[in-house]
């Protein structure tokens, strides 16, 4: 098979080295005689697995100790319910900053738990800006603050962290692992791991001690974050191939050097890519400079007419799902961890062939 390069938003391309590494160990993992996906969690070559996964992603965000670690199923979208189940606290409100199409939905989910304050709003920009932090309106008897570092969808990325009186709670499913996080300014961090981490059906979540242990009443017992610490995020049985991928991936991180590597890699992928944008009058991206994301970047052709063909094209040059969010248009690359930078290279040099001959 051709090198292809697949720029879907999630799920995401893999790191090639560890499909293979996944097709190696298909049919037996390890000692155990069967594929990972045969076994118990609960025996000893899976629980291996999971200690190690765990202790592997503690080490590359520097996770403190009083910090939970879990791999969880439902989704960054079960997290939308979790995080008031669990963080309310006998409080009626919480703020949430709405910057795009994932923090509205989680807006959505927090309203059916609690009275939201909305304290900043990205909507009337059509999402491609964040008011300055100064201008917020959080409320002081807000539960927690719940904000998305990167929303996927618009390519809006924040480059700071908000910082208030209460917990914060970050939905960072497509920024996840892609630079370093002090882990400790964060109340709770989630993230699906569909697009940074590995694939579809699981869920990692990061929750701060202190936070846990007064759910709100008569909810599911699996969307107490105590019940799923208590039993090693095994209360019933976990998405284990998801899990297993994970861990694999992890291991592919340390070896390219850690989440400090993985920055350094990542900013010069999207300056490549933004800085042929910007240096064409045939493409154009609407986001404010400062706020863009360096892992989804949409772009638009002037001539919208061209999109077909655009997509088509890159197709036949092995450059795939480059098609933008209806919401948005035009094209969106996404370049995660697993995408290379020979992958943007590619892209580039089509888009600019594309360019000359339909300009
Ligand atoms: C994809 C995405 C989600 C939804 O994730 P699911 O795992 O499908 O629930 C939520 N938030 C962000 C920022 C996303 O990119």
Redesign the pocket.
């Known amino acids: 098979m051709s090198q292809v390069y697949n720029f879907s938003a999630?799920p995401a391309m893999l790191p090639t080295q560890v499909l293979k590494q996944m097709q190696d160990e298909l049919l037996e993992y390890g000692n155990a005689k069967a594929s990972v996906m045969e076994i118990s969690h609960r025996g000893a070559d899976f629980m291996a697995m999971a200690q190690k996964s765990e202790q592997d992603l503690r080490g590359l965000m520097d996770i403190p100790d009083h910090y939970k670690v879990l791999f969880l199923q439902g989704?960054?979208?079960a997290q939308f319910s979790m995080v008031p189940i669990n963080l309310l606290q006998g409080k009626t409100k919480a703020n949430y900053a709405h910057t795009g199409h994932?923090s509205k939905k989680a807006i959505a989910e927090g309203e059916r738990y609690c009275e939201v304050n909305v304290c900043t709003d990205s909507s009337d920009n059509k999402y491609t800006d964040i008011d300055a932090f100064e201008h917020w309106n959080i409320d002081p008897d807000g539960a927690y603050l719940h904000y998305?570092p990167?929303?996927?969808i618009a390519g809006l990325e924040f480059d700071y962290v908000p910082e208030a009186d209460m917990p914060l709670v970050a939905?960072m499913?497509?920024s996840i692992l892609s630079h370093k996080i002090d882990v400790s300014k964060f109340g709770v961090i989630y993230a699906?791991a569909?697009?940074n981490i590995g694939i579809a059906g699981l869920?990692i979540v990061i929750v701060r001690e202190d936070l846990m242990g007064n759910v709100v009443a008569n909810q599911p017992i699996l969307f107490d974050y105590t019940t799923q610490v208590n039993n090693d995020s095994m209360y019933n049985t976990p998405s284990t191939y998801a899990w297993y991928v994970a861990s694999r991936v992890f291991e592919w991180l340390k070896q390219q050097g850690g989440l400090s590597a993985m920055a350094k890699i990542n900013q010069i992928k999207a300056k490549t890519l933004y800085d042929a944008i910007d240096g064409s009058d045939f493409y154009s991206n609407p986001v404010a400079k400062k706020y863009r994301s360096r892992m989804n970047v949409p772009f638009l052709l002037n001539d919208e007419s061209l999109n077909g063909l655009f997509l088509e094209k890159a197709v036949a040059n092995n450059l795939i799902t480059l098609k933008g969010h209806r919401s948005v248009g035009g094209m969106r690359a996404s370049i995660y961890n697993a995408m290379p930078q020979e992958g943007i290279n590619e892209l580039v040099n089509f888009m600019k062939v594309f360019e000359k001959e339909n300009a």
């Open positions: 999630g989704g960054a979208s994932w998305t990167n929303e996927t939905d499913s497509s699906g569909q697009k869920t």
